[in-house]
């Protein structure tokens, strides 16, 4: 089993910055992904950055140029920089990780951006 404990969100001004982290604890041997979704109130749950041991990363048009996603192997932390918010970025933000064929999330950091 896996566990992820994000942390590192808030309330921020439109144009401020916030770093999200997420640390997975447990029986961990490789986690071939580790990525970030959020939702929010009343829509899907969308993927918002994502980064695999390659060390590929994707962005959701939505948050490209703005957001930058980390990952500290040695750790077994990921991170989401987040810049230039948005009153759009409000949402909660959680945390997904995969190893085998499992698939773990975060209990979810809250994120609001106020105009």
């Known amino acids: 089993q896996v566990q992820l404990v994000e942390s590192g969100g808030g309330l921020v001004q439109a144009g401020g910055s916030l770093r999200l982290s997420c640390t997975a604890s447990g029986t961990i041997f490789s986690l071939s992904a580790m990525d970030w979704y959020r939702q929010a109130p009343g829509k899907q749950r969308e993927l918002v950055a994502l980064t695999r041991t390659g060390g590929t990363t994707i962005y959701a048009d939505a948050v490209k140029g703005r957001f930058t996603i980390s990952r500290d192997n040695a750790k077994n932390t990921v991170y989401l920089q987040m810049n230039s918010l948005k009153p759009e970025d409000t949402a909660v933000y959680y945390c997904?990780?995969?190893?085998?064929?499992?698939?773990?999330w975060g209990q979810g950091t809250q994120v609001t951006v106020s105009s």
């Open positions: 997904y990780a995969r190893q085998s064929l499992h698939i773990y």
